[in-house]
């Protein structure tokens, strides 16, 4: 098997190509990408749920030609903070006894942020998160996410 990127990046980018030229119908990009629909609904399942597929090179490549994506699509170099905050938990609200050193500076830096910035720099805490495991401390994360 191939090297898998980021799914939760990678949903939360195929779900917007899925609403955009497909109407939102799963069965429905599986008929213009050229897959079988049970696997393209697998794509969107969440990572831990038993049958869910990765989204790898050969589902972005058949997208991105299907739906003439630009280039730097699957990169999130088009991606705006509504796709990445529509697939977002509630915001969280942080109680000062959870203000630890870690949190507080996430918090100063997040503020500092525009919109798109916050939203890129939540997925890549959770792309992190996901990945490496959470931080010592774990507070940052619960901040952001």
Known sequence: MGFMYSDTKLQA?????RKDHCHGNSTELARLIGKDASYVHRLFYPRDKKG?????????????EAFKLPPGYWDGATITPEHL???????YKLQPSEADEWTAAAVAIMRELDPIQKAQMVA?????KQFLGPPRDGQALQVAG
């Not at 980018?13 to 190509?17: A, R």
């Open 124 to 128: 890549k805490m959770r792309e992190y």
């Open 52 to 64: 869910a597929k990765g989204i790898g090179l050969e589902i972005m490549n058949a997208c991105t």
């Open 13 to 17: 980018l195929l779900k917007q190509v």
């Open 85 to 91: 905050i529509a697939e977002s938990r509630p915001p």
